[in-house]
């Protein structure tokens, strides 16, 4: 059953959150409470203050765009009919294949009602990514380029109804293994605007941080490496 409409209200539920050790009650009010505001303000607040001549390390990791998708009051609304690309791809609704795994197997058919939830969460999404957007743009214009470097990706991809499948992951397709992931900062400048078809994985990134910090620390197995 579909509850949301696309103009929901925001902030939903209570929530607590940890700062420095401190738990942090949060109310419903959105300019306070709104979470993926939240980890941007607090984030830039990390960033700015830390001691410039001692290397830090700040982890930004935001809920978006996961349920219940609710958008900042000033993005919802937006994307009235629009529906994921996904409608006009040989995969979508693709059910009951036998040389498909079990699961890929199992799902029923895409009917109306479930059509209309998919294009609702698809529309939902790019509303509740607006703020971060904004606010990783923020990030951007907050930190010293010449002195810090940044790693944005995603943890991974959706489907939108490829063979059957609406809101889920966990299928080993194009569409939910390759995620988008950039870097910039000075180690990486020397090859400013390259893109490279390398396959990476996010265990890359630890070792990648600490080369950038110039940590000594070894690793006992070489399981990932420095981008």
């Known amino acids: 059953e579909v509850h949301h409409g696309d103009t929901e209200a925001v902030v939903s539920t209570q929530s607590t959150g940890n700062r420095d050790g401190k738990n942090e009650k949060h109310g419903k009010e959105y300019k306070?409470?709104?979470?993926?505001?939240?980890?941007?303000?607090?984030?830039?607040?990390?960033?700015?203050?830390?001691?410039?001549?001692?290397?830090?390390?700040?982890?930004?990791s935001f809920p978006t765009a996961h349920e219940p998708f609710d958008a900042a009051p000033e993005y919802q609304g937006q994307y009235k009919g629009s529906k994921p690309p996904t409608v006009?791809?040989?995969?979508?609704?693709?059910?009951?294949?036998?040389?498909?795994?079990w699961y890929v197997r199992s799902r029923p058919p895409i009917d109306h009602h479930a059509s209309k939830y998919n294009e609702l969460g698809w529309r939902r999404r790019l509303q509740s990514l607006q703020t971060i957007d904004r606010g990783f743009l923020r990030i951007l214009n907050a930190?010293?380029?010449?002195?810090?470097?940044?790693?944005?990706?995603?943890?991974?991809?959706?489907?939108?109804?490829?063979?059957?499948?609406?809101?889920?992951?966990?299928?080993?397709?194009?569409?939910?293994?390759?995620?988008?992931?950039?870097?910039?900062g000075p180690l990486f400048n020397t090859h400013k605007g390259a893109s490279i078809d390398t396959?990476?994985?996010?265990?890359?990134?630890?070792?990648?941080?600490?080369?950038?910090?110039?940590?000594?620390?070894?690793?006992?197995?070489?399981v990932s490496y420095s981008l």
């Open 32 to 60: 306070k409470d709104y979470l993926p505001e939240l980890i941007i303000r607090n984030g830039i607040e990390f960033m700015t203050k830390k001691n410039t001549t001692k290397p830090w390390f700040a982890f930004l």
């Open 88 to 101: 006009n791809y040989p995969s979508f609704n693709h059910t009951n294949d036998k040389g498909k795994h």
């Open 143 to 184: 930190i010293d380029h010449k002195t810090t470097s940044i790693i944005f990706t995603s943890d991974n991809g959706f489907y939108f109804g490829e063979w059957g499948m609406i809101l889920d992951k966990r299928q080993p397709y194009e569409n939910t293994i390759r995620v988008p992931m950039f870097a910039s």
């Open 199 to 222: 396959v990476v994985l996010n265990i890359d990134i630890a070792p990648t941080v600490l080369q950038i910090a110039q940590s000594t620390q070894k690793r006992s197995v070489n």
